[in-house]
Every structure is written in structure tokens, then in C-alpha cells.
């Protein structure tokens, strides 16, 4: 039984998410705005993004005739968060997808408030799947304490708690971890020799932090940064969260803070400092996939696992910058990347 597909979703996605960052503040919505550029659980990064459906409008993939084989199944849906790169991942999900098997694809892209409304759909059966990220699984689905907890220990949790809960599975880890970093602009990484956040307290005194006031002001944001590395800059300002690295550009800041698949830091102006003392909480992006769709759809499970390990944070900041600053469509994006590693052919 296939669910109340899409439309429920569109309604859904009439709230973008306005929450700041990976570790706090999710899930809020901001009534049918654009989409922008987000965090991990679907909160934003100031970065605009292409805009999801309005409710009423169908979305932009509503999938082809079914394949030779397939007509008596209905298309799989895939649902996304609000975020550049999750549209990204979509349309790689979709194109293994169609590419291995028989079945046709739909997506529902940019659903509002993220996380905390295409889980409940998923539950209810109106998706099948969904690119999610390991934190977010764990913090705010299953309602655990991230904090000195090991990946290992996460995944296994996700696994075993998603099953028992939700009958629902985690196929895969691709490869990239979406977290918060401290970026430095390059020439000041090479000046000081920076690779790791430790490396930059030698430095801190001669260098301008510009974050966006929420981060600073938050108790687990800057102050917690500065605390566990020892950092005391020479300056500190307030940066309004679209224009952080337009600043760190123009050489009114130094350093920032920023998600490790920024578009920004696929290009060679920007580092992002190694996290050395494992501050952050580690987001990884996986598929979460309902049991029942799995065993419905004889090799789907196969699919999904080609994305295993095929991205790092460098390559999805990259494609993410394609998106974000170049204009190209995602669907390209998606199918240059997939044919450049060999996973699908020319189309």
C-alpha cells in the first residue's frame, strides 16, 4: 500500500527551516520562504538554495513511466531537507536507482523544518527514503546524548533502534561528514603553518574571528571553542551568517566558523582546520530506507550502496559550490559526479 505519496509532503514543505547550526536550534519553520543552504538536521547556513515546491505545485521529479517489469509498482519517493546538498544527493539516489533496477523515482525536494517532519512521514509511509545524517539521527529521532559517545557506538544504535522502532534501516555511509569547522582564510593557514584547530592558538592573537552573533553568543558555540583550544583573538566580530565569507574574502576577518561541506570550502581560498580535539559531533550522511520498501523492491538495497564512501567533505563542498555559486543544476551535478567515479554510464 503506497502511501499518501507526495502531497502531504508539499504541504510539509510549505516551512523552511530557520534553525542555526548542526548542534542546537532545529527544526524551526519560516512559513513558505526559499529554501537556503543548511545544516545537517535542516537548519540554515545564509547560503540561498533553490526554493522547494509551494504547496499545491507538483514537485519538480515526478518520475517517468515505469520501466519493463516495474508496472505494477509505484515509484519510490525520496525526500530531502531544505539544503543544497541534499538536493545534490537526491538526484545521485535517483540516478543509481533507475540506473540498477526497473524502478522509477520520484522526489519531493526542500521538506520544512527538516528532520523533525520527514521522519513522521517516513513513519507514516509517504516517503521511502532520505539522505540523514548520523547525529541528527541520534540526537533528535532517538532522543540520546551525542557527547563522548563514539561513531561506532552511534551507528550501531542507529541500526539497531531504527529496526526495533521504526522498521527502518541506515544503508550506507557516503563518505562525508557535515559538522561544524573553523575556516581560515588560506593565506593565513600557509602564514602559520595551520592544520589543526590546536595549531591555531599560537596564531589567535594576531588574527580577526568574524561569526555570526548566535554562534558567538552561544555557550556551546564560540565560548566552548575558545575554552577547549585555548583561543584568544586578537578581535572579535559579529558577521551576519550570509556574508562571512564574503568578509574573510576581503580580509576584514581571518578565520570564521562554518559546516565542513560549506560550498566555500571547495574552493582553494578557504581551509577548514582539523576538529584534532574532537569538539564537534560527527554528522555523517547516510540512507534511512523503510524495511518494508526494501523487501518490495528486490535490489534497491544495492543501489543505495553504491553511494558508500563515495564523497568526502572536499568533493560535496565542491558540488555544493557547483550548485550554490556557478548556477549548474543539481540533475547535472548529480550525473557528472556518478559518471566521473564510474557508477553510472553516459545518458
Known amino acids: 500500500m503506497k502511501k499518501l505519496k507526495w502531497m502531504t509532503a508539499v504541504v510539509l514543505s510549505g516551512a523552511m527551516a530557520l534553525s542555526l547550526a548542526a548542534c542546537g536550534g532545529k527544526g524551526a519553520d519560516n512559513g513558505g520562504a526559499p529554501a537556503t543552504a543548511t545544516g545537517p538536521s535542516g537548519e540554515t547556513k545564509g547560503q540561498d538554495a533553490p526554493a522547494a515546491p509551494a504547496a499545491g505545485e507538483e514537485p519538480a521529479e515526478t518520475g517517468a513511466m515505469a520501466a519493463p517489469g516495474?508496472?505494477?509498482?509505484?515509484?519510490?519517493?525520496?525526500?530531502?531537507?531544505?539544503?543544497?546538498?541534499?538536493?545534490?544527493?537526491?538526484?545521485m539516489l535517483k540516478l543509481l536507482i533507475e540506473d540498477s533496477t526497473d524502478y522509477t523515482v520520484n522526489i519531493t525536494p526542500g521538506i520544512g523544518g527538516g528532520t523533525s517532519n520527514i521522519h513522521p512521514a517516513m513513519v507514516e509511509g509517504e516517503f521511502d527514503l532520505y539522505p540523514e545524517y548520523t547525529s541528527s539521527g541520534y540526537v533528535m529521532v532517538l532522543g540520546h546524548e551525542a557527547v563522548g559517545v563514539s561513531d561506532d557506538e552511534i551507528w550501531e544504535t542507529l541500526q539497531t533502534e531504527y529496526h526495533e522502532k521504526f522498521g527502518m534501516a541506515w544503508v550506507g555511509l557516503y563518505g562525508f561528514n557535515n559538522t561544524f569547522t573553523v575556516a581560515v582564510r588560506s593565506d593565513v593557514a600557509k602564514e602559520h603553518n595551520l592544520v589543526t584547530t590546536s595549531d591555531l592558538a599560537a596564531a589567535a592573537g594576531d588574527l580577526t574571528f568574524g561569526g555570526n552573533p548566535d554562534y558567538i553568543e552561544r555557550a556551546d558555540g564560540f565560548n566552548l571553542l575558545c575554552d577547549t583550544y585555548g583561543l584568544e583573538f586578537k578581535k572579535v566580530m559579529d558577521i551576519d551568517i550570509g556574508?562571512?565569507?564574503?568578509?574573510?574574502?576581503?580580509?576584514?576577518?581571518?578565520?570564521?566558523?562554518?559546516?565542513?561541506?560549506?560550498?566555500?570550502?571547495?574552493t582553494e581560498d578557504v581551509v577548514a582546520l582539523e576538529d584534532d580535539k574532537h569538539l564537534q559531533a560527527n554528522y555523517f550522511c547516510s540512507t534511512v530506507v523503510r524495511e518494508d520498501t526494501l523487501a518490495e523492491y528486490p535490489g534497491l538495497e544495492d543501489a543505495l550502496m553504491k553511494m558508500d564512501g563515495i564523497l568526502t567533505d572536499k568533493d560535496m563542498a565542491a558540488l555544493n559550490y557547483k550548485?550554490?555559486?556557478?548556477?549548474?543544476?543539481?540533475?547535472?551535478?548529480?550525473?557528472?559526479?556518478?559518471?566521473?567515479?564510474?557508477?553510472i554510464g553516459n545518458e
Open 243 to 266: 556574508l562571512k565569507y564574503q568578509a574573510m574574502a576581503s580580509g576584514e576577518i581571518d578565520v570564521t566558523n562554518g559546516y565542513t561541506t560549506d560550498a566555500q570550502l571547495g
Open 323 to 343: 550548485l550554490e555559486a556557478e548556477g549548474m543544476d543539481e540533475k547535472q551535478i548529480a550525473l557528472d559526479y556518478l559518471t566521473e567515479k564510474g557508477l
Open 70 to 91: 516495474s508496472e505494477n509498482k509505484d515509484p519510490i519517493e525520496i525526500a530531502t531537507k531544505p539544503m543544497t546538498e541534499q538536493y545534490i544527493l537526491a538526484e
